[in-house]
């Protein structure tokens, strides 16, 4: 079974940046679909970033020309780097890659 490890959170002040990474214990190259999602508290959880097998991304609005989804399948890897962050940002994100979820990653963004 898949396994995937995330990392890059963290405590940033509002307009910085953060690279999150998700490390998939095997190839991703022929999954579907894959995605960064979040939860911030007393939300629901929302989908932020995701990613077809063509490699062509979709953005919620919110975060449209903020965040950029990318992976790199030599690496088995797919990222999230987030830019300009805001307040509003802040959340516990999860790599999802097929079936399979990470741990999730603390993202606050705070002054």
């Known amino acids: 079974q898949v396994q995937l490890v995330e990392s890059g959170g963290g405590l940033v002040q509002p307009g910085g940046s953060l690279r999150l990474s998700c490390v998939a214990s095997t190839s991703i190259s022929n999954i579907d679909r894959m995605g960064w999602y979040r939860r911030a508290p007393g939300k629901q959880r929302e989908l932020v970033a995701s990613?077809?097998?063509?490699?062509?991304?979709n953005y919620r609005d919110s975060v449209k020309g903020r965040f950029t989804i990318s992976r790199d399948t030599a690496e088995n890897t797919l990222y999230l780097q987030m830019n300009s962050l805001k307040p509003e940002d802040t959340a516990v994100y999860y790599c999802?890659?097929?079936?399979?979820w990470g741990q999730g990653t603390q993202v606050t963004v705070s002054s």
């Open positions: 999802c890659i097929g079936e399979t």
């Open positions: 990613m077809g097998r063509s490699g062509t991304p």
